[in-house]
């Protein structure tokens, strides 16, 4: 599919592409760069590139695809580094979870030749660095891509194959909508289950121990993304800021709303507002993670509590 490709990042999404680049046969010769020289170490032993290297620059050279798999906050210093080096008509792709200030940051900083096609791949999990990726992350997953009205075409149509190899499912998107979207579907939740960690850790230190000792699944499940990379979603919210307010502030009005319902003891607000919520909570339970209509799933009416 391609002669050379570069990873920028070999973390959880790195490690995942180049694990599935490399068994899929996807390219001649598959290049990692990551600034931290132990991780470039970490690949060599995994065998996870033909080469990994901390210079960016040399890493790009040569490549017709280059992927950025580092945190929003570091793209446009990397993206300003790498372009000069950048083959003609080279393809430049991203898997940021933000997309209107990605594509802000990045396209002027490009030659004219160079083709910037933004993606988003929708998995991934809790877990960090070049030893927890696995090929198998992105199948039956959705990928959106945000490419501008003006980006080659072809370009578009190889990013679109290389995800379809993974046997992830394309979507394109406005980038200002995909950040709407996924501020309130991803970028939310990841700021409550930080909040509500961080709200268990400030309590007198007898009840601290006994709320990590006694978690229940509700706990456990739900702040299992507060686990995630700190770098990565201090710069997602950074990037994001409005939409992630946006849905802040509707969610705030919602739990003020619960709030009032509580003091009141009234009941039958309590009960409706969970009765509409349990039911489009099954909803999505029966799309699944693949977030599509899944068989095996639609027979599924489980406790919402068990998850």
């Known amino acids: 599919m391609f002669t050379q490709i570069t990873i920028i990042g070999m973390g959880h999404i790195g490690s995942s592409l180049a694990r599935g680049i490399s068994q899929m046969g996807l390219c001649d010769r598959l290049i990692a760069v990551d600034a931290d020289e132990d991780v470039c170490n970490a690949v060599d032993t995994l065998g996870l ?3 990994a290297t901390t210079n960016a620059v040399e890493g790009v050279q040569g490549s017709d695809l280059v992927i950025l798999c580092i945190p929003v906050g570091s793209i446009g210093k990397v993206v300003a580094s790498i372009a000069p080096f950048l083959m003609p008509k080279a393809i430049l792709t991203d898997v940021s979870s933000v997309k209107q200030s990605v594509v802000n940051a990045v396209l002027p900083l490009l030659p004219e030749s160079v083709s910037f096609v933004p993606a988003h791949p929708i998995a991934g999990t809790e877990h960090s660095g070049p030893e927890s990726g696995f090929a198998e992350l992105f199948k039956d997953r959705w990928c959106i891509l945000t490419p501008s009205p003006d980006t080659n075409i072809r370009a578009v149509e190889a990013i ?3 995800w379809e190899a ?9 980038p200002a909508h995909h950040d709407l979207v996924f501020g309130i579907t991803s970028h939310l939740p990841h700021l409550i289950a ?9 309590l007198e230190d ?6 990590i000792k006694f978690a229940a699944s509700g706990f456990r499940g739900f702040t299992r993304i507060a686990a995630s990379d700190p770098t990565m979603w201090r710069d997602v919210f950074l990037n994001n800021r409005e939409a992630v307010l946006e849905s802040l502030q509707r969610f705030s009005e919602d739990l003020s709303a619960m709030q009032k319902a509580i003091r009141r003891g009234d009941g039958d607000y309590l009960f409706n507002k969970f009765t509409e919520t349990r039911k489009i909570r099954r909803e999505i339970m029966k799309l699944g993670p693949e977030g599509y209509p899944n068989p095996q799933r639609m027979a599924i009416d489980s406790d919402p509590c068990d998850d």
């Not at 993974?166 to 406005?174: G, H, L, S, T």
């Not at 007898?206 to 709320?211: G, L, R, T, W, Y």
Request: charged share 30%; proline share 0%; aromatic share 6%.
């Open 194 to 202: 930080y909040t509500i960690v961080g709200t268990a850790t400030e």
């Open 49 to 51: 590139a033909d080469t």
């Open 166 to 174: 993974f046997d992830a499912k394309i979507e394109i998107m406005d």
């Open 206 to 211: 007898d009840i601290q121990s006994e709320v």
């Open 160 to 162: 679109t194959k290389l």
